[in-house]
């Protein structure tokens, strides 16, 4: 496994001793997401959009409509994907210290359209089981005419950042003195109960990789 | 109050049933968010930033440090601001009908540097209420060294749009006959127990502002 190389884009400018160093950080901040921020440039201004992706080894996978103009312009350009968990609100005795505590990965790149149907399938795949764990197995494949009309990019996690800020407040030092409250409250992303499709056949019960969530088994984040 | 009026870059290509009409959608969905992802073009490039913001009527405040490059260039230039909540994941009976419920609101325009001392204290104020309603109030305020250090931006909710999709699956007709659980898994972001500063003076509570929200009174989203 390589290390996190910084580029110019990808250093860290403010505050570097939040930048991790490790492509694993980089990993676990992916793969504890559902969503990224993907930034583009359309008529000269920028665009950001959320959307779903999966990661495969160091490819990080998005797909959208081939009627997306997002996706039409992606792959003749650079684009900035973030995925941010935020972990925390930090209360600080001062306003001017008040922080979040949060994980967020930047991927720097231009998307590659991925023509093979071996990876355009195994793309979206990553994408759906980012979304769902076990849920490609169950539901129906997707037809030729579905996969013609999904586009599939594939970024490269070759210039990527990550930046993680955890922990209590930082005081200036006369301010500890104050009678004010201060510490972290945390912030979860977690999921509710499975609310069944009203027209659902009846006897069909909610699969275990889906309920199991429910039970709080996986906690989004840390 | 005035309804959002589409412009080239907010008209809702995509699903255009998905788009909000009205301007109070729009402050719901940045009043129940934390953080908004900040997008620029930093030497030809997009640029996605999390980062911290406040609402004030039709005006939306960022702040950063002096020092960062993003809010260096942003005054400059267009940018672009997005909310983003998931609220749940869709699991359909087909792997193409997969979905999320998400509400999203986009912003675009160029941002304002705040040189009014007034103005900035209430932007800041609104960013900070924003992370923690009540905490304005009990924290230390800032002192004239601490706002120069901070830059306050201002940005017109003028030209916005707001997405929203909610409810269950939307299959094929044939497939409603598959043996498939299909339904929504509702994602939700909440408070957890607010944890005191290690090094906290005896005797100071948890003030009922911050401890409400642990307790699901606030949680975030519908």
Chains 1, 2 share one sequence.
Not at 58 to 79: C, E, I, K, M, W
Not at 124 to 139: K, Y
Not at 153 to 167: F, H, M, P, T
Not at 176 to 185: E, K, Q, R, S, T
Request: aromatic share 4%; proline share 9%; glycine share 10%.
């Amino acid at each position: 496994m390589t290390p996190l190389s910084p580029t110019a884009r990808t250093r860290i400018g403010r505050l570097p001793e939040r930048a991790a160093r490790d492509r694993s950080d980089l990993y676990r901040v992916l793969d504890d997401g559902m969503i990224c921020h993907l930034g583009l440039i359309v008529d000269g201004s920028p665009r950001v959009i959320p959307t779903g992706y999966g990661r495969l080894d160091d490819t990080l996978y998005l797909h959208g409509s081939t009627g997306a103009s997002s996706l039409r312009a992606g792959p003749t350009q650079d684009v900035c994907v973030t995925v941010t968990h935020l972990d925390g609100i930090v209360i600080a005795r001062s306003l001017f210290h008040h922080s979040m505590n949060y994980r967020s990965a930047v991927i720097f790149g231009t998307p590659r359209l991925v023509d093979d149907p071996d990876e355009k399938l195994a793309g979206l795949r990553a994408i759906t089981e980012n979304l769902s764990p076990g849920q490609w197995d169950v539901a129906r494949q997707p037809t030729r005419k579905e996969m013609a009309a999904v586009s599939v990019l594939a970024l490269s996690l070759d210039e990527a950042s990550v930046k993680i800020r955890q922990g209590g407040p930082s005081d200036d030092d006369e301010d500890y003195a104050l009678d004010v409250w201060a510490g972290v409250v945390p912030v979860h992303q977690t999921f509710g109960e499975p609310s069944p499709d009203p027209v659902l056949r009846p006897g069909i019960p909610v699969p275990g990789h889906i309920a199991h969530r429910a039970n709080g088994d996986s906690a989004i984040g840390p």
